[in-house]
Structure formats: C-alpha cells, structure tokens
C-alpha cells in the first residue's frame, strides 16, 4: 500500500514538474514573441526567426542605437525614405557598421546583391566568420583605435581605406550557392571609425566604457582581367608587370595626365608617383598581390 501511495506521489510530481517547464516555455515564447515585434523588421522576417537570431539581432539593434543620436531621431517622412532609398542605389557597394571587435552591428539591405547574403543572416555575427583568413590580421588593425594623438593626427588616424576579402554566394550566372561553397569577392573598403560622445567629451575613464565604431562604404572591385564595365571619363585602364612596369595604357591618360601611352611603355609607375605616397602605393602594391593570389573557393 505504501508504495503504491510513493508511486502515485512520484507521478504528479513528475507532471507538476513538466506543468512549470511547459509553463516556462511559454512564456519564454511570448516574451522572445514580443522581442521580435521590437526590431525594425517586416513581420514577415521576424516570424520566421529562432531564437538565437531574434537574440543577435536584438543585441545589434541596441548597439546601432548607442551609436545614433536617438534623441534626435525623427519620424521618417515619405521625401526621406525616397532619398534613402536612392542613396543604397547609387551606392555600388553597401555600408557596414563592425564593433571594436569586429561584430558586424548594422548592414545595408543591398548587401544581398552584392554578397547573395542576405542583411539578417550577417548582422550581429563576428565579420571574422565571413572574411579570408589571410586579411583578419590587418582587418584587427583597421578596428584598433590609438588614442593620445593631436586632433589633426588623430583625424588622418581615423580614416581607414584597405582591400578586404568577402565570401560570395553568387555565381557568375546569377545563382546562389551554399554558404559552404562560397567564393570570394574582392570590396574596396573606405570610412572610419567612430566614436561615442563619451570619448569625444573625455568622460570615458575606461576604455571599455567607450563604444568605437568603424563606419564602413565597401564596393566591389572587379577582377583586373573581367573589366567589361564601362569606364568613366575621369578615368583611364592601364596594365602592368608584376614589378609594375606600364605593358598597356589607354588614351584617356593623355586628356587627364598629359602623358603619351607609348612614352609610359616599360617604366615603373612608381616613377610617376609623389615620394610622399610611396609607402601607401607600396602597401597597396602588396595587398592587390595578395588578394587576386587567392584560391577562389571560401568553403
């Protein structure tokens, strides 16, 4: 008898037990429900979020309004959206927010286009997860910030411009492919970093008090030798040796530089270049070296 009483009392607390789990998910459920609504999403896309994602992205979305000025911040009229809208357009490129330590806090909807990634499968993840490994070194030195500098020292420090490789799910015929079977695209990336008015007004004692931001415009770069795109008339095409030593120049030089294309034939374009700006073209020789001696694979 006694033990039939024992077994009875062990079975309605095993299911007083599943009652309060079952009770906890729900309202675990409700309240990441709730969350979702919060983003700045269509209902669409949030409804379709686990909650790991409705997490990251909540998590990014607290950091990208640390980073704005939220006081100041308006209802956005009809004029506004159209001209937001005709600013990602005329970008040929997207615009990337990336923490200190490289988490990538806020993307624009055009990534897509030119990654196949779409903006919430990127957003609140370390940019190290989708960027070649070979650049992560000098990606880390693009996101330090030194301080202690005079203003105009400190201006020019800020300003960042670097060659950055970025996986890419699209496929030279239009299709997308797994993530997995990535290849890589070459962005040209230029902006700098930004910080919150607590380190501005010196009222940061902590560096780790202090938010810092690096603000980012990043373009695709073709592939030197699958240039089909039109260029402009401020610009000229010009091919060279790996010593880079002129092999072909087009005539626009002769408009915009006064130089004749043949007279450039075998000479170094490092000849032509001011000796202030030898350093950066230097690095910037390596880097391009660098870069397109890359296997194309990501996975």
Not at 10 to 17: A, G, I, M, Y
Not at 232 to 247: A, E, N, P, V
Not at 251 to 264: A, H, K, Q, S, Y
Request: hydrophobic share 35%; proline share 3%; aromatic share 8%.
């Amino acid at each position: 008898m006694m033990s039939g009483t024992v077994q009875v009392s062990s079975e309605r607390r095993k299911e007083k037990s599943r009652d309060a789990a079952r009770c906890r998910r729900g309202k675990e459920s409700e309240v990441f429900y709730e969350l979702a609504n919060e983003l700045p999403l269509p209902h669409s896309v949030t409804s379709n979020l686990d909650k790991a994602s409705v997490m990251r992205l909540a998590l990014s979305y607290l950091r990208l309004r640390k980073l704005l000025n939220t006081d100041v911040l308006n209802v956005e009229s009809e004029v506004d959206s159209q001209w937001n809208s005709s600013y990602l357009k005329a970008l040929d490129g997207f615009l990337m927010v990336l923490s200190n330590d490289g988490d990538i806090v806020y993307l624009s909807e055009n990534v897509s286009k030119c990654l196949g990634i779409p903006q919430i499968d990127l957003t609140g993840h370390s940019v190290f997860e989708f960027t070649h490994p070979c650049d992560h070194e000098e990606l880390r030195e693009m996101l330090a910030h030194k301080t202690g500098l005079s203003k105009k020292a400190k201006e020019q420090h800020t300003n960042r411009s670097f060659l950055l490789r970025m996986k890419c799910t699209l496929t030279s015929r239009g299709r997308t492919v797994n993530v997995k079977s990535a290849s890589w695209k070459v962005l040209r990336c230029s902006g700098h970093i930004h910080t919150t008015d607590g380190i501005k007004k010196g009222v940061c004692e902590e560096k780790s008090v202090c938010s810092k931001y690096l603000v980012l415009i990043c373009e695709s770069i073709p592939h030197p030798t699958n240039i089909e795109a039109p260029l402009d008339s401020r610009t000229f095409l010009s091919r060279h040796t790996l010593d880079m030593r002129f092999t072909y120049c087009d005539e626009r030089i002769t408009e915009l530089l006064g130089f004749d294309p043949v007279d450039l034939l075998q000479h170094s374009v490092y000849e032509y270049y001011h000796a202030l700006d030898s350093d950066h073209m230097t690095k910037t020789h390596h880097n391009w070296a660098s870069v397109y001696w890359t296997v194309p694979a990501a996975g």
